[in-house]
């Protein structure tokens, strides 16, 4: 049903925590999210001239990145894009099928592939262009919070996790219940400051992006090197000295 | 946005359509137009094919066209749902209408109360079909005040056209239809300046500092992208028009939508009889090629947000 | 309420979820070949086929990530560019007509080649491995056979690393050593963008950062690892050297130098003789029985090695015999305090403010001296003293290509050890920490061997080909002395090119230069295109003819490949190899293992998969042409194979030394010794039960200070990593290069040709020197203002991965970036076609502008644009179309054509002293790259491309 679950309060939020403070751009997650859902719940992710002149494909998550401000004080941020599971999905809301829908019991937003009519309403909906439409089976695909991995039984604890956060080396990426202010995500969130993305929109993303640190410029302990005494034979210094091997 | 064609198609054939249904509707049984059921007959079959043919068209771009009939389950969230819904009812007391006045040869109290339902079901579909882009948050060129009563105003005028041609086979000089039709089309055509000129000057509510949730440290610029090639979202919501390309494109849309038609439509007016004719005749095609023009435009000039990822700075 | 669910489940039912799916029917471990990381993977196989390929948890190296290549292994499998069958060439060269024969032929074939050679002249065969993780087989063949031309791709790759590393220290950044991740409070990265440690690397920045640690990336370029860090030094290319000296500059002048450490570790106080003109100037003043003397504190001299010796860094010595004799440390004070090193003197070179360099060496001194740090963690030092606890300086230092890919690569990386050393940094807590097997001896033992003496038809050679020359009597010189080897390493062009020349191979065979080879034998090297300097000159070579015979200069080319390369197109015979999943490896201790700072490991691949091809391990084709040519170490006593299972036999059986053989797991009688014993049989089984890799963790007393820890030192001795347990002693001041430079003055009996005196005089300085790389005065650097260099992207290896669906998605071709306001200035915007001009030529491709880039510099992703027709690629493929190889402008000899571009020292070649210009191209010619060749054609039975590729669809 495509209108959204009543909110309840305390609502379970399962989403993504992404640190762009200490992303280099590795394209993991990327490859390790195509890996992992091309025999997911949402398989295939049918790529397009794969050894052609316009390769494309269906991905789930996908790296960009900026430059932040000019000259030394800049510095270049790796930009992992994929679904925020927006609290106001108005892709879902939008979806003349109720093929788009937003899970009551953790907040995960799917799409039902074997009723989709594919009419892309979807993702003009999405602000954040986490929509991916497979031409090839004609419905559209999202990033699934890895359904298939995160309640899956026949993977041992610690693996369930989204494949993404699992891969990434520099464990840029977290997961966790955003709904609960005392999850480990929620404290991260508050303690590095998380921030949505295009809050003016109104969608209020689960997803959160940690800024960057703030650089630590300034000598840890600013020191001046003691000039030494002015002309003077520069070696006398250690003429005396007597060390013990 | 990319415009496909099915879809510009779509709105205009369909806005027209429902637009002529709801004045014959409307009109008829409150005895402003002739009860003649062949004219009756005329305009409900061109109204019908206009919407039913653009409702179709609409569906060509579906991934799944078999399936589109789930499209009408959701009428509770979805503007696109709605208007499926409300398009198909109002095809029912349409056709009870229409059959009715043919069958008895006149209006009589059921039909027309079918025919005046029809009417209202006509404008809650242009309404709804308005309200799918007017409540899409991620583009400003949609998302704003003046896309409903464009596509109402703009379905009216091109409603008024239609009109204005079928009735003048059955009544030599419809003053007050062509009188109407050339108000109409004014009107239509304030309500697209005051929604191009809203789109020119309206701020940006997104920026690609709002998007990436950065800026602390300055402005910020896209490096590279996320792949080399055109994806799926960059083709389908990607696309974009230069400015002068547009302003050329707006000028056409002036001339064929509006300029064009308000002329012909008086000239209609004055002279009666064939030259009337061939004037409203022209008129029509004249104002469907400048709202198709319109209509790409109303696409073509629609930037998504997603864009600032892929680097846009603001829309 | 009944009725409504149906209606509402009617039109748009919901959807049924299996929240647990069996991810797959079986799991197996082994090691990813994505790039050379060797981290360790799980693969998940169901119905037949790769499911996913994870980390493996519980691996050293990777410790359950992995990248962003490894997670792609599934479409390097699904490559429609593998190798289906031995092919041999029936069109001309480069133009991809093969036919297909079967093994029996191939073999045949490489038999009738090879077999003349060896019983004949064994060095008319050059045999060069690429991205080879078997050298220590590769190696041990060419030996055998005979030949005293092999290398693997070392000498175009860090050889300037690992010679500075390995004569300094016993280890070298490249591989051998890491920052001491935990404790390192002020981190220092020199030019690296990715490097062979991909995910380690990652991880430990990640860490870092959140411990507060500063990060400083010292890259004119500000991408990747450098994205994350606190500070970019934005440096101008190849000027880092004297950026360093000046940081040790502004150290000494402060007095901010851990003399205790220099004293107890290093050759600091070691006597140098200063007798100028003299056979020994420059040399250690030596007691009688060879030992280096100290200037003692008592007065007089005593013998550098003594325990306890009491010695002086400053002062100076008349030696009985008369001559003058000062501390290394003298030396290095008086030549680094010269005002030639002051920043404010250094800083337009370097392109970075006097203020930040002052300010870095502030920085430094601080972090070294004000917050050294110390573990409750006593040791036993070489000599049998108990020390309570370790103490270290936090400042550690990581650097790459970035300095090895230039001619001055080795005496900057000799810099920045001096720096490491100079603050006592070196295998300290929180400093740079020795990988084992590492130390060795600076430098290890074995001298390359293949001086016509040592080579002789029929028979193996005297030794293996790549060693550590300690002057000028161990270089390979033919009688002549002239080069011996065909790429001339270790000849007066590169005295210490220990990794070989492979950068130099193709001319040099094209050029039969110093002689003719017969046949080219390579592996694993994609020489026609993106490993060769000057690609398009290297493509005229690789089909130039003899107008007499009308025969190739370069005869007989086989070449093993797993895909359709570039190279591919070249040889005349190709031997089809496996992928990586499909074959036994082993990544072991005698060549560039997996060990740690915390122990040895190493590791090896299992086949996973079955070939679906008829294709065979390159390994076990070796061995077998090895058995078939007759080699002694692949027969048995009866003369049958000695490894009848192929390389499986081999990793498990062959010995290296007694009881020293690939893997260091599983030794001896009872399975349980490490490093040394008799060979296990079951071995493979163990590692293959053990997730396919060995890891040994030392103690705790023998995880820091291994170069004169005594327990450490005699635990690697134990495990055959060190002949003995002495101490190592770095060397600040390099003795072997002195001794060269005494040759080129004229000394001893083997002494360069006059026209190369003056420049082994000149750069085999005993201590660090900086100078310009020799490409920027060979050109007029007006016409050629702008540094070119090239990185690698995060999620694409060299040329591997264009095959790749997934990957080449994300980087199908390549841009050339440039500063916003270099670009400004020359007109230029985004996405503009220009042209890039070396002297060498001129290339076509896109740009884009940035603003994290040195302003003097332009640089691109290596090895992305691809020859039309290779990798099995449509014609159409941005690859071909809109991507570029900057290597077609750098060329493998300098303007002039007289010397190659490389170091002077290691003959490493110098990829980023490539200067250029850049221009905006006329309208008709934007739009493609530039040059492009005739495509390739396909090789036989390449089935149509898919349109759509739906890996995974359930059917
Ligand atoms: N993903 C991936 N990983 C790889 C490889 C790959 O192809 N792909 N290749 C593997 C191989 S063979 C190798 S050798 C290693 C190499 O690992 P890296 O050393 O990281 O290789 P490069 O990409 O050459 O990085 C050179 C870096 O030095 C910078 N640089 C260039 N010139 C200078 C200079 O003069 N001074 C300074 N300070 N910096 C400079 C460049 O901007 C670049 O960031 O990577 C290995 N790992
Ligand atoms: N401009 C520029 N050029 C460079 C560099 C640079 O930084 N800039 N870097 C240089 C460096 S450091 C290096 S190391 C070289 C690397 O360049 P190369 O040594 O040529 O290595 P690759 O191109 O990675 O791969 C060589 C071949 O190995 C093949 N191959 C892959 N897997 C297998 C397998 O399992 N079996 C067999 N038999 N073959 C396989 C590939 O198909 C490819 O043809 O490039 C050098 N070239
Ligand atoms: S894996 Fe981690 S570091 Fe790599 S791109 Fe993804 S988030 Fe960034
Ligand atoms: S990110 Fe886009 S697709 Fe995901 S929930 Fe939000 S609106 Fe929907
Ligand atoms: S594409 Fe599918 S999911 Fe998206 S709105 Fe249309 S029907 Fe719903
Ligand atoms: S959560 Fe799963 S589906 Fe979503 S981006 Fe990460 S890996 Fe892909
Ligand atoms: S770094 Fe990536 S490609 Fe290289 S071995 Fe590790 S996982 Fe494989
Ligand atoms: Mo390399």
């Not at chain 2, 974009?240 to 012909?264: D, E, G, M, N």
Request: glycine share 10%.
């Amino acid at each position: 049903m495509t209108d959204l679950p009543a909110p309840v309060p305390g609502q379970k939020k399962l989403g993504l925590v992404i640190d762009l403070d200490i992303c280099v751009g590795c394209h993991a997650c990327a490859s390790a999210c195509k890996e992992w859902n091309s025999g997911g719940h949402m398989a295939p992710l049918t790529d397009f001239e794969p050894y052609g002149g316009e390769p494309s494909g269906v991905w789930f998550n996908r790296i960009h990145s900026f430059e932040e401000g000019d000259g030394d004080g800049a510095r270049t941020v790796h930009f992992p894009r994929s679904c925020l599971h927006c609290d106001e999905p108005a892709c879902v809301t939008v979806c003349p099928t109720g093929a788009s829908y937003k899970r009551a019991e953790d907040g995960i937003v799917l799409v039902n592939q074997d009723i989709c009519i594919g009419c892309k309403l979807c993702s003009w909906a999405c602000p954040y262009g986490a929509r991916e439409f497979d031409e090839d089976v004609g419905v559209m695909k999202k990033c699934t919070l890895c359904i298939d991995r995160i309640y899956n039984e026949t993977l041992a604890e610690e693996e369930r996790l989204p494949a993404c956060v699992m891969v990434c080396p520099t464990k840029a990426r977290h997961f966790g219940d955003l709904g609960d202010p005392n999850s480990a995500v929620s404290e991260m969130v508050a303690r590095r400051g998380g921030k949505d993305l295009m809050p003016e929109l109104g969608y209020r993303p689960v997803n959160k992006y940690l800024p960057p640190r703030r650089d630590r410029m300034a000598p840890l302990a600013p020191v001046a090197l003691p000039q030494e005494a002015e002309g003077g034979n520069r070696l006398l210094r250690w003429i005396d000295k007597v060390l013990s091997r | 946005m990319n415009p496909a064609l099915s879809i510009v198609f779509f709105t205009t054939s369909s806005g027209a359509g429902f637009a002529l249904m709801m004045l014959v509707g409307l009109g008829v049984p409150l005895g402003l137009l002739p009860a003649n059921p062949w004219f009756g007959v005329t305009a409900m079959v061109i109204a019908g094919v206009l919407a039913v043919s653009g409702l179709v068209s609409s569906t060509v771009h579906l991934g799944h066209p078999e399936r589109a009939w789930r499209a009408f389950s959701q009428w509770r969230s979805s503007w696109l749902s709605r208007e499926g819904v409300l398009a198909v009812l109002s095809f029912v007391p349409a056709a009870i209408f229409a059959f009715s006045w043919l069958i008895f040869g006149k209006i009589w109290g059921f039909a027309g109360l079918c025919g005046i339902v029809a009417a209202a079901g006509s404008v809650a579909t242009i309404y709804c079909t308005g309200m799918i882009y007017a409540s899409l948050k991620p583009i400003r060129q949609w998302h704003n005040f003046w896309v409903v009563p464009n596509y109402l105003a703009l379905g009216l005028m091109s409603g008024f056209l239609l009109l204005d041609l079928v009735e003048r086979f059955w009544v030599p000089w419809p003053t007050v239809t062509a009188i109407l039709t050339a108000i109409a089309i004014v009107v239509a055509w304030w309500f697209k300046e005051e929604y191009w000129g809203f789109i020119d000057t309206s701020a940006a509510p997104s920026t690609i500092a709002s998007a990436t949730a950065l800026g602390r440290r300055g402005a910020v610029r896209i490096l590279e992208r996320p792949h080399t090639e055109d994806n799926y979202l960059l083709k389908e919501m990607g696309f974009s028009i230069a400015r002068k390309h547009a302003t050329r494109l707006r000028l056409i849309a002036r001339l064929a939508a509006f300029a064009a038609p308000v002329v012909l439509t008086l000239i209609a007016l004055v002279w009666a009889g064939n030259a009337g004719v061939v004037a409203a005749f022209i008129a029509v095609i004249s104002a469907g090629l400048g709202l198709v023009v319109e209509r790409w435009l109303f696409f073509a000039e629609a930037r998504h947000s997603v864009t600032l990822y892929y680097g846009a700075d603001a829309v | 309420m009944m009725w409504r669910e149906r209606w509402r489940d009617y039109w748009s039912p919901r959807e049924t979820i299996d929240p647990s799916p069996r991810v797959s029917d079986e799991v197996k471990y082994t090691t990813c070949y994505m790039c050379a990381c060797r981290c360790g993977i799980k693969v998940h196989l169901k119905d037949g086929g790769v499911r996913y390929i994870e980390g493996n948890p519980r691996h050293p190296v990777n410790k359950g990530v992995i990248c962003g290549k490894g997670a792609a292994g599934i479409m390097q499998q699904a490559s429609p560019a593998k190798l289906k069958k031995p092919l041999m060439r029936v069109g001309e060269r480069g133009s991809g007509e093969f036919r297909e024969i079967e093994w029996d032929e191939a073999m045949a074939t490489a038999i009738g080649w090879l077999k003349p050679i060896r019983e004949t002249d064994p060095k008319k065969l050059a045999f060069f491995t690429g991205r080879d993780q078997s050298q220590s087989l590769t190696g041990f063949w060419a030996t055998q056979f005979g030949t005293p031309n092999f290398a693997a791709h070392g000498g175009f790759c860090s050889v300037n690393m690992a010679a500075a590393g390995m004569y300094t220290l016993g280890g070298s950044f490249w591989e051998f050593g890491e920052p001491d991740w935990e404790r390192t409070k002020l981190f220092l990265m020199f030019g690296v963008a990715e490097d062979h440690d991909s995910n380690p690397i990652k991880t430990a920045l990640s860490a870092m950062r959140a411990r507060g640690a500063k990060f400083v990336t010292v890259n004119p370029v500000r991408t990747g690892y450098s994205a994350i860090a606190d500070e970019w030094v934005g440096i101008r290319p190849g000027t880092d050297g004297l950026f360093v000296l000046s940081l040790i500059h502004e150290l000494l002048r402060a007095d901010k130098i851990d003399l205790e450490y220099l004293v107890r570790y290093t050759n600091a106080a070691w006597l140098v003789i200063q007798a100028p003109g003299e056979a020994r100037d420059g040399l250690f003043a030596r007691n009688a029985d060879g030992h280096p003397l100290v200037l003692s504190g008592a007065g007089g001299v005593a013998d550098a090695m003594g325990a306890g010796v009491q010695a002086k860094v400053v002062g100076e010595t008349t030696l009985p015999d008369g001559r003058r004799a000062v501390p290394v440390f003298q030396l290095i004070a008086e030549r680094y305090l010269d005002p030639a090193y002051d920043p404010d003197t250094v800083a337009a070179t370097c392109g970075i403010t006097a203020e930040t360099i002052r300010r870095l060496a502030a920085e430094i001194a601080d972090v070294a001296f004000s917050q050294e740090i110390e573990i409750a963690q006593p040791w036993t030092d070489w000599a049998g003293r108990r020390h309570e606890t370790m103490r270290g300086r936090p400042v550690s230092i990581h650097a790459m290509r970035g300095i090895s890919a230039h001619s001055n690569g080795f005496h900057t990386c000799r810099a920045l050890h001096l720096l490491q050393i100079l603050i006592g940094t070196i295998d300290v807590p929180g400093g740079w920490r020795y990988k084992s097997p590492h130390p060795k001896p600076c430098p290890p033992g074995p001298k390359p061997a293949g001086r016509p003496s040592q080579i002789s038809p029929g028979k193996p050679a005297g030794g293996p080909p790549l060693g550590y020359p300690m002057g000028p009597e161990d270089l390979i010189l033919d009688e002549a002395g002239g080069p011996a080897r065909i790429d001339k390493a270790f000849s007066w062009d590169a005295p210490l090119a220990n990794h070989g020349l492979m950068q130099m191979l193709i001319r040099n065979c094209w050029a039969h230069d110093p002689y003719p080879i017969d046949t080219l034998f390579m592996y694993m090297a994609n020489m026609a295109w993106n490993s060769s300097m000057n690609t398009t000159e290297t493509i005229r070579m690789l089909t130039d003819k003899d107008p007499a015979t009308g025969e190739y200069k370069i005869p007989r080319i086989i070449y093993s490949d797993a895909y359709y390369s570039e190279m591919v197109g070249y040889a005349d015979l190709i031997l089809p190899d496996t992928t990586y999943l499909e074959r036994w490896d082993c990544i072991s201790l005698l060549d560039r293992p997996i060990g740690g700072v915390d122990g040895p490991g190493d590791s090896i691949r299992q086949p996973i998969l079955v070939p679906d091809r008829d294709v065979r391990p390159f390994q076990d084709v070796l061995i077998e042409l090895g058995v078939q040519l007759g080699l002694p170490a692949f027969l048995n006593a009866e003369g049958g194979p000695r490894f009848p299972a192929g390389y499986k036999d081999y990793i498990a059986l062959h010995e290296r030394a007694p009881g020293v053989g690939p893997l260091a797991g599983w030794r001896g009688e009872t399975e349980t010794d490490a490093g040394r014993g008799a060979p296990n049989p079951n071995q493979l089984d163990r590692y293959v039960a053990n997730g396919c890799f060995w890891k040994y963790e030392l103690p705790p007393e023998q995880l820091y200070f291994k170069h004169a820890n005594k327990d450490y030192l005699e635990t690697a001795q134990k495990m055959g990593f060190i002949g003995n347990s002495d101490p190592i002693i770095l060397q600040l001041y390099l003795e072997p290069l002195q001794r060269f430079r005494l040759a080129a003055q004229g000394h001893g009996d083997v002494v360069p040709p006059p026209e190369a005196s003056k420049r082994i005089e000149t750069y085999f300085d005993p201590l660090p020197i900086w100078y310009e790389p020799f490409e920027w005065a060979r050109v007029d650097q007006s016409q050629f203002p702008l540094h070119a260099i090239t990185q690698r992207p995060m999620q694409m290896y060299h040329s591997w991965h264009s095959q790749n669906a997934w990957l080449r998605q994300i980087l199908g071709s390549n841009r050339l970036f440039m500063a916003r306001s270099t670009g400004r200035a020359l007109g230029l915007a985004d996405d503009d076609w220009v042209s890039i001009s070396s002297h060498a030529g001129s290339i076509r491709g896109q740009i884009k502008l940035m603003d994290g880039v040195n302003p003097n510099t332009v640089w691109t992703w290596n090895g992305i644009g691809k020859r039309s027709g290779a990798w099995n690629l449509s014609e159409d493929a941005p690859e071909f179309t809109k991507g570029f190889l900057l290597n077609h402008l750098i060329t493998d000899l300098l303007p002039g054509g007289d010397l190659a571009n490389g170091d002077p020292v290691t003959g490493q070649a110098a990829w980023y002293d490539l200067r250029v210009r850049v221009e905006k191209v006329a309208a008709a010619e934007a739009g493609t790259t530039a040059p492009t060749f005739a495509t390739m054609r396909h090789p036989p039975r390449s089935e149509r491309l898919p349109e759509v590729l739906r890996y995974g669809a359930r059917r």
